[in-house]
């Protein structure tokens, strides 16, 4: 057995060493280069990363909401509790409380959108500030809270970029593709 083994290495060698001298370096560049590409994309997700991470410690810093002022009144029952927030509360801070996380109603998902500053006026693409019409579309997809909270913060994220590079976003359409490159990025 060893014999044969030793005459094949005598008549093969060769053409072995032949074979494995110019393979070797197409092997070393295809991996080079799938190893370049899945760092690129690491080094994507971790620019990522950064940004969601100092964008959740601007909004921690910012300061809690001042509660409204409720006037001393001698009737406590005539307080309801489920009275609608004044405006002066409704700009809060925190994750808005979903009661159905399979399905958030449209006034829940009007409170994400605002979580997620979607409603803001942005000066380099004041046009994609969201609109009545765009919490009823979001409303009508029927995803769930995590779903829509992964939508809107992309959404958040690709603008917040394109106003600290000035770039500009001609339609909904082109923030809805940059949004979903970028959450590929973030899987």
Same mark, same amino acid.
């Given at each position: 057995?060893?014999?044969?083994?030793?005459?094949?290495?005598?008549?093969?060698?060769?053409?072995?060493?032949?074979?494995?001298?110019?393979?070797?370096?197409?092997?070393?560049?295809?991996?080079?280069?799938?190893?370049?590409?899945?760092?690129?994309?690491?080094?994507?997700?971790?620019?990522?990363?950064?940004?969601?991470?100092?964008?959740?410690?601007?909004?921690?810093?910012?300061?809690?909401?001042?509660?409204?002022?409720?006037?001393?009144?001698?009737?406590?029952?005539?307080?309801?509790?489920?009275?609608?927030?004044?405006?002066?509360?409704?700009?809060?801070?925190?994750?808005?409380?979903?009661?159905?996380?399979?399905?958030?109603?449209?006034?829940?998902?009007?409170?994400?959108?605002?979580?997620?500053?979607?409603?803001?006026?942005?000066?380099?693409?004041?046009?994609?500030?969201?609109?009545?019409?765009?919490?009823?579309?979001?409303? %009508?997809?029927?995803?769930?809270?995590?779903? !829509?909270?992964?939508?809107? @913060?992309?959404? &958040? +994220?690709?603008? #917040?970029?394109?106003?600290?590079?000035? %770039?500009?976003?001609?339609?909904?359409?082109? !923030?809805?593709?940059?949004? @979903?490159?970028? &959450? +590929?990025?973030? #899987?």
């Amino acid at each position: 057995m060893v014999d044969k083994i030793i005459d094949v290495i005598k008549q093969y060698g060769l053409v072995f060493l032949a074979v494995t001298i110019i393979v070797t370096p197409i092997v070393w560049q295809g991996s080079s280069s799938y190893f370049h590409e899945r760092i690129e994309t690491l080094k994507a997700q971790f620019e990522l990363c950064n940004e969601q991470k100092s964008s959740l410690e601007d909004r921690l810093r910012q300061p809690p909401p001042i509660p409204a002022q409720i006037p001393q009144i001698e009737n406590q029952r005539a307080v309801s509790p489920s009275a609608p927030h004044s405006p002066s509360t409704a700009a809060i801070s925190r994750l808005p409380h979903i009661a159905n996380s399979d399905r958030p109603t449209k006034d829940e998902v009007r409170e994400l959108a605002r979580f997620y500053d979607l409603f803001n006026s942005w000066k380099v693409n004041p046009h994609l500030r969201f609109k009545e019409g765009d919490i009823s579309y979001w409303t %009508e997809q029927g995803f769930t809270e995590q779903e !829509l909270m992964h939508e809107f @913060e992309s959404r &958040q +994220t690709v603008l #917040r970029r394109a106003e600290k590079s000035g %770039e500009k976003i001609p339609s909904q359409g082109d !923030l809805s593709y940059k949004a @979903e490159q970028l &959450q +590929t990025l973030s #899987r």
